[in-house]
């Protein structure tokens, strides 16, 4: 199982990087998770897509789920839905003050430590499913 994950660096000057990764084992997941860290505050959402569901139209190439991902100020957002579970943010850390990119937005409250971001990266990659280790919630 695998999952691609892309997104932009977007740097001060304007210039910017496309940035791809495949995911296929959890120390995957973590690397990718500290590159993403490490690139703050220059990283743009993460476009997670889950390479072993299914296609919603495989003709036009349309995935059957949208996951969006960020890391901003120490926090890892995620929103979720798929043709089981409408669009969704995680119940996170009160403290995270959420973030605004061109495809996602992500509420205030919904990012979460990283370690739970990272085990609920893992917990997708491994299930193909939404995952199950955070409360998830439509705001």
């Known amino acids: 199982m695998s999952i691609t994950a892309g997104w932009a660096v977007i ?3 304007g210039s910017y990087e ?4 495949t995911l296929e084992t959890p120390e995957d997941v973590v690397a990718f998770v ?12 993460i476009r997670v897509v889950h390479n072993d569901r299914p296609f919603w139209d495989a003709e036009q190439g349309f995935t059957d789920h949208d996951v969006f991902a ?4 120490g926090f890892g957002y ?3 839905q798929d043709s089981d579970h409408a669009k969704a943010y ?7 003050a959420g973030c605004e990119f061109d495809d ?10 990283l370690e739970q971001f990272t085990a609920a990266l893992v917990e997708f990659l491994r299930t193909t499913k939404r995952p199950t ?3 998830w919630t439509a705001r």
């Open 11 to 13: 740097r001060e000057d």
């Open 18 to 21: 496309g940035m791809n990764a």
């Open 34 to 45: 500290q590159r993403v860290a490490a690139a703050d505050p220059y990283a743009d959402s």
């Open 70 to 73: 960020a890391i901003v100020d």
């Open 78 to 80: 995620l929103s979720h």
């Open 90 to 96: 995680p119940l996170g850390d009160p403290e995270a």
């Open 104 to 113: 996602e937005e992500f509420p205030a409250g919904s990012g979460l430590v």
């Open 133 to 135: 280790n955070i409360e």
